[in-house]
């Protein structure tokens, strides 16, 4: 039974070896000790189950991780959001009781890497990971964050419900927890204005010219 | 009511109208103090049921002696009649599932069940009741019906029944049987607690999906008139996991379960 279940672990939780599966259930149960009728029968049996199995476990994960990275998931739109949740989920699987919070920063990483370093919901996403990575656990933390757009600032301002994106600005944010179980505190610093400064990216981005 | 984070200030503005809660241990385990201090006030205000996920009864590799002494301590902290986890397993080789699967319903993984919850009775010192789960494998190597196994498994285990109304009529439906004739071979004698919940039918597919996201359909609340009607559960727990509708729609269903409990004499 424990190599049954290793072997459907496999299965339920890696698209790739579940496709290699049901296309080749011979071939893929034999590296993992099943005879061919095994296969044959477990492929015949379950092997829709299995998709929709793995599919309601990519609805709950997308679920949690727009619960957790609202901002993110508001910014980069539902089509984007979904579509690329599933890429990342195809290649990351989180564990342990924290699994939520580990997959939405992982989540978080991967849209940053596919925006790019130019487009303030990178910054975005990190900022909000950063922000809720430790809601989930009391432990002793501490933050920094070089952002390229003023993202705290841009919230404040009630950016999110404007049409403008954040404003280009080196920014430094700063997180602390020194007790154990205690609370976060929050630091920005914002360097100064010198002469106009530009954002791109975004479905509300209006080019954040300053002095416009 | 299930506890939820979103659902928090009205779970407290509305204490009069709920009668005890159910509280996902995972919400609780490891957490800041803010966390810690909501929980204290639950527990003045509430009795709280701790609800596990992951302690994985049905992996056959066993379960994580750290997560249990986890588990053990809200637990005790809690100070609750019982209680509860699932009849599946989330966990193998390293890889976490992340969602619940059945084991095959025959006499090995009774006996896997069985070796783990009696190690979780001996470290977690309340009585453990096991909850059925929503089917969406049917595993090969299954020689028992549903009833049979849960029978057998409450007879080997000693442990109680979480009986979820939603999942067995979820179960029932995408088999194409009558979830009321399966209640006849179900230990309803061991019944502590109910579940009930929404769900929906998922396009293409056409089966139900137990998503805990909408209100509880109406074959739903005649499974659970038929349960009340059979047997005396101490309590039913209203599961709403996500988009939440106003909270008068919640005590809503809450009434409605206490009237069909009080019709059938099951509680004041």
Sequence with gaps: ?212 | MGHRPALSAEIFLNADRIDFLEITAEHFLDVPNAKREELRLLRERFRLIPHGLNLSLGSAEGIDGAYLDRLAALVEEVEPPWWSEHVAWTRAGGRELGHLAPTPRNRESIEVIARNAAIARRVVDRPLILENITATIDPPGSTMSEGAFLRALVDETGCGLLLDATNLFTNAANRGEDPRRQLDDWPLESVVQLHFAGGWVEEGTGLWVDAHDHPTPEPVWALMEEILARCAPRGAILERDGRFPPIGELLSELERARELGRRHGRWA
Excluded at chain 1, 78 to 102: C, L, M, Q, S
Excluded at chain 1, 162 to 183: K, M, N, Q
């Design chain 1, 1 to 212: 039974m424990k190599d049954r279940q290793e072997f459907w672990a496999r299965l339920l939780v890696e698209p790739s070896t579940l496709e290699r599966f049901l296309a080749d259930p011979a071939g893929t149960g034999a590296e993992h000790g099943l005879s061919a009728e095994e296969s044959r029968e477990l492929a015949d049996s379950c092997g829709e189950a299995f998709r929709g199995f793995a599919r309601a476990l990519r609805r709950k994960r997308r679920g949690e991780v727009r619960r957790i990275l609202p901002r993110l998931t508001r910014a980069l739109g539902n089509a984007t959001f979904d579509d690329w949740f599933e890429a990342h989920a195809a290649a990351y699987v989180p564990k342990g009781i924290k699994r939520h919070r580990d997959d939405a920063l992982a989540f978080a990483r991967f849209a940053s890497a596919r925006l790019g370093r130019d487009d303030w919901r990178a910054d975005l996403a990190r900022w909000e990971s950063a922000r809720a990575g430790p809601e989930f656990d009391g432990a002793r933390c501490f933050a920094a964050l070089r952002l390229r757009h003023d993202v705290p600032g841009w919230l404040a301002r009630g950016g999110e419900s404007g049409a403008w994106a954040p404003e280009r600005r080196a920014t430094w944010v700063f997180g602390i927890r020194l007790r154990r179980g205690g609370a976060v505190h929050w630091y920005t610093l914002v360097a100064p204005r010198l002469g106009r400064s530009r954002s791109r990216g975004g479905s509300d981005d209006r080019g954040g010219r300053a002095g416009r």
